[in-house]
């Protein structure tokens, strides 16, 4: 599948670590390092634009090396990049460890997995087909 990009960063174009990769790292384009302190959340910009295909999303995903290592996620994730969105990807990141953490220029800081997706036309009704699970929610399974 071909997309568009524009590269406004000083970085390579995002790439798949290995062959089998589902998501592509971004990284951080800025200027100078920027310092999450614990708890605390910023938007880092990736200086990365894309033209999605209708009927595909941009999803953007923490990278599991940041957070086993250092407890470094993202705010809304996956975050959604729709179709129609033509501004610059950027990331909320935050810290949720007890010590400061500097992102740095280069540093790669999200996965971003490209996903087919449906629109729904809603169907109103007055009732649903009965299953085995039923209204069954959070652990219902009695199971943790």
């Known amino acids: 599948m ?14 798949y670590a290995t062959s089998y990769s589902a998501g592509m790292d ?17 938007l880092i910009p990736t200086g990365i634009f894309i033209e999605l295909p209708v009927g ?14 250092h407890g470094i996620s993202l705010v809304n994730t996956p975050g959604t990049i729709d ?3 033509r501004g610059e990807i ?17 540093e790669r800081v999200c996965q971003m997995v490209i996903a087919r997706h449906e629109r729904v036309d809603w169907e109103p ?4 087909e ?3 699970r039923g ?7 009695g199971k943790i």
């Open 130 to 132: 009965e299953t085995e």
């Open 2 to 15: 071909k997309v568009r990009i524009v590269n406004n960063s000083k970085h390579a174009l995002p790439e």
């Open 83 to 85: 179709a129609d969105y």
């Open 56 to 69: 595909y999303e941009a999803q953007i995903r923490p990278r599991s090396g940041l957070a086993v290592k």
């Open 26 to 42: 971004l990284r951080a384009n800025l200027d100078e390092s920027v310092i999450l302190l614990p708890l605390e959340r910023k």
């Open 90 to 106: 950027k990331v909320i990141m935050v810290n949720l460890s007890n010590e400061p953490f500097a992102v740095n220029d280069g």
């Open 135 to 141: 209204a069954g929610g959070f652990g219902h399974t």
């Open 125 to 128: 009704t007055d009732s649903l």
